[in-house]
């Protein structure tokens, strides 16, 4: 028995109806989810009232990003139940997608903080303040290392604390041998840093800064173009002030490589953990 096509929407007029291109029938054709109800004898697709409803219910799913795939199963068998499990399960997903949108503005909002210091630097001042104990997150450089081999370790440490999905907050610091700086020499690097949570659970080795009294200054430029001029300045403040270091060199760089390409307007701090002497 012959269909009536007056009866029936042609592609374009479905298409139409819901401001689609035609090949989105077509490609919804192709996937198997929903395909003309007949072809006429000069090639027009043609599709009924029941899979105008049926495109609805497709177009509205593809909204909320539910897959093909599964809109397939459900249009395979359509129930009250069903539809609360697939939107169920879209849901958790996006719950998913808050909690990591959170997490990255959680980050953005860090850096944020960050910035706000780094705008309120004074530098080439001095201050001597009391600290609590801190965890980092530490990646030893051995001392046969080269410069090559010590870039390649800054690299696995940033590798292994910053995820793939992780955004960059935290800068990386390093250690620097206290002796050598006071001596005004540039040292290599004994171990790069990154400052963790107290709840930090990975596998990666932690050290804890101890509590104390801390030597700090900010200054501009690099650490190596700087290194004698700024041990001239600790050893003087320590000698009026009668301190002593006892423990090595703390370097951070607040403004760095993300915020200017010239390294001669790099903000680095640098912190001396010293006690009084004795006498």
């Not at 390649?152 to 440490?157: C, E, T, V, Y």
Request: net charge positive; aromatic share 12%.
């Amino acid at each position: 028995m012959s269909k009536n096509p007056k009866l029936y929407y042609t592609a374009g007029e479905l298409a139409d109806l819901f401001e689609l291109p035609k090949q989105t029938l077509l490609y919804y054709d192709k996937m198997g989810i929903l395909s003309p109800e007949f072809i006429s004898e000069n090639n027009y697709r043609h599709y009924s009232l029941k899979q105008y409803l049926v495109l609805e219910i497709i177009l509205n799913m593809r909204k909320l990003g539910i897959p093909i795939s599964k809109i397939k199963e459900y249009l395979a068998e359509r129930s009250i139940d069903r539809l609360q499990t697939l939107l169920q399960a879209k849901d958790r997903e996006c719950e998913e997608i808050i909690a990591h949108n959170e997490k990255i503005r959680k980050n953005i909002h860090v850096v944020f903080q960050q910035l706000d210091k780094i705008r309120e630097s004074r530098l080439d001042q001095i201050t001597v303040t009391f600290r609590r104990s801190k965890r980092f997150l530490l990646s030893p450089v051995p001392p046969e290392c080269s410069g090559d081999e010590s870039i390649k370790i800054l690299a696995r440490h940033n590798l292994k604390f910053f995820s793939k999905e992780h955004f960059k907050e935290k800068a990386v610091g390093w250690l620097a041998d206290k002796d050598c700086f006071l001596a005004g020499e540039y040292s290599r690097p004994l171990a790069y840093f990154s400052s963790v949570n107290p709840d930090y659970l990975g596998k990666m080795e932690c050290y804890t800064r101890p509590a104390g009294l801390y030597m700090t200054q900010r200054f501009q430029g690099t650490f190596r173009e700087h290194v004698q001029e700024l041990a001239e300045f600790f050893k003087a403040y320590m000698q009026r002030n009668k301190l002593h270091a006892v423990d090595n060199l703390y370097i951070m760089p607040l403004k760095n490589h993300w915020m200017t390409p010239e390294p001669e307007e790099y903000i680095y701090q640098i912190s001396l953990r010293v006690e009084p002497n004795e006498n």
